[in-house]
């Protein structure tokens, strides 16, 4: 029986199904539009298929972001681009229990980044180097193992070319956004807390810190701040789709601006703030958990202290294919998804202009090839020269959970780990393939 191929229900959830309808949203979502913000510090952020959906994004437009953060998931253009999950399942997850031998190997995506580079389907990834990477990986998320989760260094570093802008937290979690004290234990399932888990600190805090701050203050993920705050918006997300094919959008996203940041505020000035785009991951949308999963990250918070303007657009389900909300990060509306010919990079790309308020000149592609061309031969012996190693004498099945079982790396040396809680069991993980903790309910129609 494949994994994915059945409507899946949450188990907690006694009598709905997953392909219940869309929440309501406001009567009148708002029209997104231009804010005062510093356009050389945008930066990204997802949880699960979120993280590379960012990826995508900054792949595609890479002199637009100064920095990136993903969590618990796993590398950019992982897998075939067959818009089947299975294919991507199989060689991009645990669910179909391979060996790391037989996984999708990272070395792969360098040969497609050249592909598109040459097309002029993305901007010169050289632009990412000293842009900074934040990756988070836990040690008990059954569907990415640390390796496959760390195996982003390996796509990035050649790039980056700065072990200083590249960070790495490893904790004894599941697959979940760690928050300093909402949700679930860290080491327990997650599903029924929009997947956030109580692990002691802020993840949002330690990486947008990180992306935003020369000098990167640790200690204030691990605080707890009393702050009031506002209440999220909604925006209009069709008019960035409408003539988009398989985009795979919602009809509405959220976004939030803090009080110091709004353009009617005299006692600010008018500052400029910072702006952030943020990808919720599969079952954590609208679609599912209405704006729960947002509202209990702990980034409308940050938002407030740091002074960020924050985007958040919302994917939704489709059959037969993405029937839990993911993003479009295995090919659903075809072999160049993870470029600028993607629906939802476009749409992504035309939010991103209207706020920073671009009028963007269409350029035809042909018009880069001679330029992209003369790049491949420096790609090419920029990967020779940053070469990374992921040789690991023991494998995360079978070892106790800790360091020993990542990936070694070249550049990435500041890994942070942090060990179990006293309340965490150091019992290696049980896998299982299977998504997520559901029932099989093929009878629902």
């Not at 997802?46 to 993903?70: D, K, N, P, W």
Request: aromatic content about 12%; some cysteine; proline content about 7%.
């Amino acid at each position: 029986m494949k994994s994915w191929k059945w409507i899946l229900c949450v188990m907690f959830v006694v009598e709905a199904s997953c392909q219940s309808p869309l929440p309501p949203s406001s009567p009148h979502p708002d029209k997104l539009g231009p804010q005062n913000v510093i356009k050389d510090k945008v930066t990204l952020s997802g949880f699960s298929s979120g993280g590379t959906m960012a990826s995508m994004l900054q792949f595609a437009y890479s002199s637009l972001f100064c920095g990136i953060a993903v969590f618990s998931h796993t590398f950019y253009r992982c897998g075939p681009p067959t818009g089947l999950v299975d294919d991507y399942d199989r060689v991009c997850t645990t669910l179909f229990n391979l060996t790391d031998s037989e996984m999708y190997d990272p070395a792969l995506v360098h040969k497609d980044i050249q592909e598109y580079l040459q097309l002029g389907f993305i901007e010169d990834p050289k632009n990412l180097k000293d842009k900074k990477l934040y990756v988070y990986s836990g040690l008990r998320n059954f569907l990415f193992t640390p390796r496959q989760s760390l195996n982003i260094l390996q796509v990035y570093e050649p790039y980056i070319q700065n072990p200083a802008k590249i960070q790495t937290r490893v904790q004894d979690s599941v697959q979940l956004l760690p928050t300093i004290n909402y949700g679930v234990p860290c080491n327990q399932s997650a599903e029924a807390t929009e997947f956030l888990g109580s692990c002691g600190f802020s993840g949002v805090t330690e990486a947008i810190n990180f992306l935003l701050s020369d000098e990167f203050n640790r200690t204030e993920a691990f605080q707890l701040f009393n702050a009031t705050r506002g209440n999220l918006s909604t925006f209009d997300q069709t008019e960035f789709t409408k003539d988009l094919q398989t985009h795979n959008m919602d009809e509405v996203g959220y976004y939030y601006v803090p009080p110091q940041c709004q353009a009617n505020n005299t006692t600010s000035g008018g500052m400029p703030c910072f702006l952030h785009f943020y990808f919720h991951g599969c079952l954590t949308g609208r679609e599912f958990n209405g704006p729960r999963h947002i509202e209990n990250s702990g980034l409308l918070e940050l938002a407030d202290r740091k002074n960020i303007v924050m985007i958040f657009p919302q994917a939704k389900s489709s059959l037969p294919e993405n029937r839990i909300g993911c993003w479009d990060t295995f090919g659903l509306s075809g072999k160049y998804y993870a470029t600028q010919q993607g629906p939802q990079v476009t749409a992504m790309k035309r939010m991103l202009d209207r706020v920073l308020q671009i009028t963007p000149e269409p350029v035809p592609a042909a018009s880069y090839r001679s330029y992209r061309a003369r790049q491949i031969a420096l790609i090419n012996s920029t990967l020779t020269d940053n070469s990374t190693s992921t040789t690991a004498t023991t494998s995360a099945s079978t070892t106790p959970l800790s360091p020993a079982i990542l990936p070694s790396s070249r550049i990435s040396r500041n890994l942070l780990y942090l060990p179990p809680r006293p309340e965490v069991s150091s019992a290696a993980p049980q896998r299982r393939a299977g998504a997520y903790q559901y029932q099989y309910r093929p009878n629902i129609k």
